[in-house]
């Protein structure tokens, strides 16, 4: 963001200190949507950060995603082993799809926000984007844990989850939700989620249909309750005490001070969401739009609770209802179209559950695709099970250099 031009942390976040802590090589910082708001990197001062998979058929340059689009593109491109990424409602799962790597996104308090800049505090996680499903085990168990600058870190023990790693699914019941069945979803997603249920039913799984009944009001439900928030958060970057001021003269006062930074320093993304969240939170609207939000998140927290508690051990679906697509070619004046994105990977943050994107297969342009599997909250042992299954058996090993090469 502009608005943190110059800006230095003068801290470390509890999720990197655990890295240090354990002697990872942090090799730099990577891009992502304006203070995360985004599904394809082109909200970020610097300019989108760009997908090392080209399809068969141009050179155009694709999208990796987003929010945390720089994150997956420098593992899919080999540019380090790992990298973490924060996921408010797909940043980590929708990029990982995109670029044909890993990406999970932890419980709801599974790890520390400490550090990390908030974007709606009751949705946002760190998580690690990597090559494959046992780094993840390792990074998970290695950045999670209770933190005392973060009350909302949970006191729950962190398991050894790479020790428990096991793609013996017999018995496990995999739920597969009608509701995830969207019209105009393409033939190539539809196919990839039916060969992910036959890997799973050749593992022993017994694939049971599930109904999700409210998962239609998780993205209206989304574009209140982040905004609502982000437009609290972001009410600290007033150009006073940190970050980028205006420098126009200014001869309006304190107030006239605030204005001029905030329009400058803020992008377009950033202004429309500040501005739905003060609207939704106002006087008069509260009602309507912020607390009927809050009561239908609560029903979709039902719905997954029900599931799980009728015995099902995770949830299937496709992590993104296409494969990465090309950079500006999402209408400008329609954010809804970007939102839609998020259609498969919203609910999961709502619901504060934990979710992992798999890549298991290509799209007819031979762009990398993924699947999530989701879990009960606190067991994201079981849904990297699932996901250690997924990876053996649909063996996916393609690399983006390939298609290039090939040209
Ligand atoms: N794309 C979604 C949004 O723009 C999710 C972003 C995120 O998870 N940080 O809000």
Known sequence: SKILEGFVPEYESTVTSKLWDENAIMLGKLNMDEFAMGSSNETSIYGPAINPWKTQDNNEKLTPGGSSGGSAAAVAADLCLASLGTDTGGSIRQPASFNGVIGLKPTYGRCSRWGIIAFASSLDQAGPITKTVRDSAILLSVISGHDKKDSTSAKKLVPDFEAFLNSDLRGKKIGIPKEYQIDDIPNEIIELWENGMAILRDAGAEIVNISLPHTKYSLPAYYVLAPAEASSNLARYDGVKYGYRSSLKNDGGINELYKRTRSEGFGDEVKRRIMIGTYVLSAGFYEAYYQKALKVQSLISEDFKMAFS???????????????????????????????NDIFTVPVNLAG????????????????LGLQVIGPKWNEQEILNVAYRLEQDANFNYKPEEWWNNK
């Open 353 to 368: 559950l934990p979710a992992i994107s798999v890549p298991t297969g290509l799209s007819k342009n031979n762009l990398p």
């Open 310 to 340: 009728s015995g099902i051990n995770a949830i299937l679906t496709p992590t993104t209802p296409s494969p990465a697509f090309a950079l500006n070619s999402k209408i400008k004046e329609n954010p809804v179209e970007m939102y839609l």
